[in-house]
């Protein structure tokens, strides 16, 4: 029985908000379409939360049902005319989720991503990288975080994680079978990777999500974003790295990693270096070109495709399952916001009696619990329309920080998430290594998660102290 | 979850029951069967292709009445509807001829002497199920706690 609920909950608990009236909602004058996105929106948490479905075919989900159901060329009986209807939205901006310019810059980073672990820029530089490090453990390690930090901001998480493990197996393989260190090798390149999506808008899905809502005179540059978001991975990763060698100290005093390989010098190669060098730099640049950061995007696509760098094999190995994830997300945001039912939601729960911090303080909580248990980016796809919503009709909020300071405390507290092996992708790939028990990850996560969490609001409040936001 | 076929073939009962025992581990994952001839092996694979169940690997011996395991995973490796399954000849009788037609013409991924050793049969199999899995696309996640972990890190960079 037990295995039939988290089947049954998302088919049941929706298809009853459908069926009840409308005046038993406790929103004012709600109307047929807010109704019916509340029950998509129930759908997709229980979804996101249980997992009967893989995460982005909820998203896929999502945006079919607003098809069908909330849209202006939906089923005929959902369009029946009748004073509760509300506002439908165009089938048009539904569909244009999949290709909305968040979905082209993360487009782009796949890009990039993939031409550079094709002709082995990743492997390569980390061997560069990584030689004045030397060989005792402790620099090891810190040398180690550092390069998946760093290359986790432009790969994926997991993609990087996997990476810099196939370089540590053969070294964890010849410490002593009951030497500390081992574990603390093995947990650095999970959470380095973790940390280190923070950094920069394409370094990890939540990170575009909010974007999405930081538009107007809200905007964050691409520059901008990763000259908060920089020094906050790296005082964050030398709190992790002081904890990491601190718990689980090395044994032996001697570590020698061995990276085969040289720089491809081929002409395909050398367009690869400098085309992933120009689009970094016109990111850094922001508007002085006058391309946005998602126009930026799409010139290394067309520079790899028209070079045959990614062929149309590689294209199918691109992580649409990602691409949907966020379009999922961006969708939901949408119909919450353009039926209406966000801000009257908000409006009808009396947040303004609440203390400004109570909400920040509460939500980015809230938020890093959730990612705990579940995908990041389902938690900021859930999370963030709300949070959006709620810091624009939050005045009280504005003092420190408004609904910029918001979003970026709940984005950075969906990527803070990873005190179990479920929290992440990287956590499981380095949970399977057999080297770290479930209350070692537990421990260093939670101590991460927290501390990560407590530096985000010093971090937003100097911002809003100087003026930033 | 989709079911991911192991099998094990050998006349002789007792090396097969050996063997399943060694695979204990994986039995909660996968599904194990034991087939006592080739004949029998090549019935079940047509069938569990016909359920639309995946085979992962097929661990053979050679010397058997009727077909040889050499014999048996050749028509494997030639059949266009098993190209992917991972394929490991268990043996203590193979000619030096039989060993050059099994690595030359069955393709097969791994050559173990009998008598094996029970850790090292479990950890090839671990490894080539990681391929397997890879290879075909299907969740690895929700397998991890059986999987090798490095062949694992290899595969998805």
């Given at each position: 029985?037990?295995?039939?609920?988290?089947?049954?909950?998302?088919?049941?608990?929706?298809g009853?908000?459908?069926?009840?009236?409308?005046?038993?909602?406790?929103?004012?004058?709600?109307?047929?379409?807010?109704?019916?996105?509340?029950?998509?929106?129930?759908?997709?948490?229980?979804?996101w939360?249980?997992?009967?479905i893989p995460?982005?075919?909820?998203?896929?989900?999502?945006?079919?049902?607003?098809?069908?159901?909330?849209s202006?060329?939906g089923?005929?009986?959902?369009?029946?005319?009748s004073?509760?209807?509300?506002?439908?939205?165009?089938?048009?901006?539904?569909?244009?989720?999949?290709?909305?310019?968040?979905?082209?810059?993360?487009?782009?980073?796949?890009?990039?991503?993939?031409?550079?672990?094709?002709?082995?820029?990743?492997?390569?530089?980390?061997?560069?990288?990584?030689?004045?490090?030397?060989?005792?453990?402790?620099?090891?390690?810190?040398?180690?975080?550092?390069?998946?930090?760093v290359?986790s901001?432009?790969?994926?998480?997991?993609?990087?994680?996997?990476?810099?493990?196939?370089?540590?197996?053969?070294?964890?393989?010849?410490?002593?079978?009951?030497?500390?260190?081992?574990?603390?090798?093995?947990?650095?390149?999970?959470?380095?990777?973790?940390?280190?999506?923070?950094?920069?808008?394409?370094?990890?899905?939540?990170?575009?999500?909010?974007?999405?809502?930081?538009?107007?005179?809200?905007?964050?540059?691409?520059?901008?974003?990763?000259?908060?978001?920089?020094?906050?991975?790296?005082?964050?990763?030398?709190?992790?790295?002081?904890?990491?060698?601190?718990?689980?100290?090395a044994?032996?005093?001697?570590?020698?990693l061995?990276?085969?390989?040289?720089?491809?010098?081929?002409?395909?190669?050398?367009?690869?270096?400098?085309?992933?060098?120009?689009?970094?730099?016109?990111?850094?640049?922001?508007?002085?070109?006058?391309?946005?950061?998602?126009?930026?995007?799409?010139?290394?696509?067309?520079?790899?495709?028209?070079?045959?760098?990614i062929?149309?094999?590689?294209?199918?190995?691109?992580?649409?399952?990602?691409?949907?994830?966020?379009?999922?997300?961006?969708?939901?945001?949408?119909?919450?916001?353009?039926?209406?039912?966000?801000?009257?939601?908000?409006?009808?729960?009396?947040?303004?009696?609440?203390?400004p911090?109570?909400?920040?303080?509460?939500?980015?909580?809230?938020?890093?619990?959730?990612?705990?248990?579940?995908?990041?980016?389902?938690?900021?796809n859930?999370?963030m329309?709300?949070?959006?919503?709620?810091?624009?009709?939050?005045?009280?909020?504005?003092?420190?920080?408004?609904?910029?300071?918001?979003?970026?405390?709940?984005?950075?507290?969906a990527?803070?998430?990873m005190?179990?092996?479920?929290?992440?992708?990287?956590?499981?790939?380095?949970?399977?290594?057999?080297?770290?028990?479930?209350?070692?990850?537990?421990?260093?996560?939670?101590?991460?998660?927290?501390?990560?969490?407590?530096?985000?609001?010093?971090?937003v409040?100097?911002?809003?102290?100087?003026?930033?936001? | 979850?989709?079911?991911?076929?192991?099998i094990?073939?050998?006349?002789?009962?007792?090396?097969?029951?050996?063997?399943?025992?060694?695979?204990?581990?994986?039995?909660?994952?996968?599904?194990?069967?034991e087939?006592?001839?080739?004949?029998e092996?090549?019935?079940?694979?047509?069938?569990?292709?016909?359920?639309?169940?995946?085979?992962?690997?097929?661990?053979?011996?050679?010397?058997?009445?009727?077909?040889?395991?050499?014999?048996?995973?050749?028509?494997?490796?030639?059949?266009?509807?098993?190209?992917?399954?991972?394929?490991?000849?268990?043996?203590?009788?193979?000619t030096?001829?039989?060993?050059?037609?099994?690595?030359?013409?069955?393709?097969?991924?791994?050559?173990?002497e009998?008598?094996?050793?029970?850790?090292?049969?479990?950890?090839?199999?671990?490894?080539?199920?990681?391929e397997?899995?890879?290879?075909?696309?299907?969740?690895?996640?929700?397998?991890?706690?059986?999987?090798?972990?490095?062949?694992?890190?290899?595969?998805?960079?």
């Amino acid at each position: 029985m037990k295995q039939y609920l988290k089947y049954l909950f998302p088919i049941l608990i929706p298809g009853i908000i459908l069926s009840l009236p409308l005046s038993w909602f406790p929103i004012e004058n709600i109307t047929l379409a807010e109704q019916r996105i509340i029950a998509i929106f129930v759908l997709a948490a229980l979804c996101w939360v249980l997992e009967p479905i893989p995460i982005y075919a909820t998203s896929v989900l999502i945006i079919v049902l607003e098809l069908l159901f909330v849209s202006d060329k939906g089923l005929w009986f959902t369009q029946q005319a009748s004073p509760d209807l509300g506002i439908l939205l165009s089938h048009k901006d539904i569909m244009a989720t999949f290709a909305s310019p968040i979905i082209m810059l993360f487009l782009g980073g796949f890009f990039l991503a993939m031409a550079a672990t094709k002709y082995r820029l990743d492997v390569n530089l980390a061997r560069v990288l990584l030689k004045p490090f030397g060989q005792q453990p402790k620099y090891v390690m810190l040398g180690l975080m550092m390069i998946t930090a760093v290359f986790s901001m432009f790969m994926s998480n997991t993609a990087t994680t996997a990476m810099m493990l196939a370089i540590l197996t053969p070294v964890l393989a010849v410490f002593a079978k009951d030497d500390l260190g081992k574990v603390g090798f093995a947990l650095a390149i999970p959470v380095a990777a973790n940390v280190g999506g923070i950094g920069t808008p394409i370094g990890t899905p939540p990170n575009a999500i909010a974007l999405k809502y930081l538009v107007g005179d809200k905007l964050i540059t691409f520059g901008e974003w990763m000259a908060f978001g920089v020094p906050f991975v790296i005082v964050l990763l030398a709190v992790s790295w002081f904890i990491l060698s601190r718990l689980f100290p090395a044994d032996t005093d001697n570590i020698e990693l061995t990276i085969k390989g040289r720089f491809l010098k081929t002409p395909q190669a050398i367009i690869v270096y400098c085309t992933f060098t120009l689009t970094i730099l016109l990111w850094l640049m922001g508007g002085i070109h006058g391309m946005n950061a998602y126009v930026v995007a799409l010139i290394p696509v067309a520079v790899f495709s028209v070079t045959k760098i990614i062929t149309k094999e590689d294209l199918k190995k691109i992580s649409w399952d990602v691409l949907w994830l966020v379009s999922g997300g961006i969708a939901l945001g949408l119909g919450l916001e353009k039926t209406g039912l966000a801000a009257n939601a908000v409006a009808a729960i009396p947040f303004g009696d609440f203390s400004p911090l109570v909400i920040i303080g509460g939500a980015s909580v809230l938020c890093l619990l959730m990612a705990n248990f579940m995908s990041h980016t389902a938690t900021a796809n859930l999370l963030m329309p709300i949070v959006a919503a709620l810091g624009l009709s939050m005045h009280s909020l504005l003092p420190y920080g408004g609904q910029v300071a918001l979003i970026l405390c709940v984005t950075f507290a969906a990527s803070l998430g990873m005190s179990l092996p479920i929290s992440t992708p990287p956590n499981a790939l380095a949970h399977a290594s057999g080297h770290i028990n479930t209350k070692q990850m537990a421990k260093v996560g939670a101590s991460i998660g927290v501390i990560g969490l407590l530096m985000t609001f010093a971090m937003v409040y100097l911002l809003t102290v100087i003026g930033f936001i | 979850m989709e079911t991911i076929n192991i099998i094990c073939v050998d006349d002789q009962r007792e090396v097969l029951s050996a063997v399943v025992r060694d695979l204990a581990p994986l039995a909660d994952y996968f599904n194990i069967e034991e087939c006592e001839s080739a004949a029998e092996c090549e019935e079940l694979m047509d069938e569990l292709d016909a359920d639309g169940e995946h085979i992962a690997l097929v661990i053979s011996d050679h010397v058997m009445p009727l077909k040889t395991g050499v014999q048996l995973l050749t028509e494997i490796a030639d059949d266009s509807r098993f190209k992917e399954v991972k394929k490991i000849l268990l043996t203590g009788l193979a000619t030096h001829a039989d060993t050059i037609k099994a690595v030359n013409q069955a393709h097969i991924d791994h050559y173990l002497e009998k008598a094996w050793d029970g850790q090292e049969l479990l950890q090839i199999s671990k490894q080539l199920l990681t391929e397997y899995i890879v290879s075909q696309g299907l969740d690895y996640e929700s397998r991890l706690a059986v999987l090798d972990a490095p062949t694992l890190y290899k595969l998805i960079q």
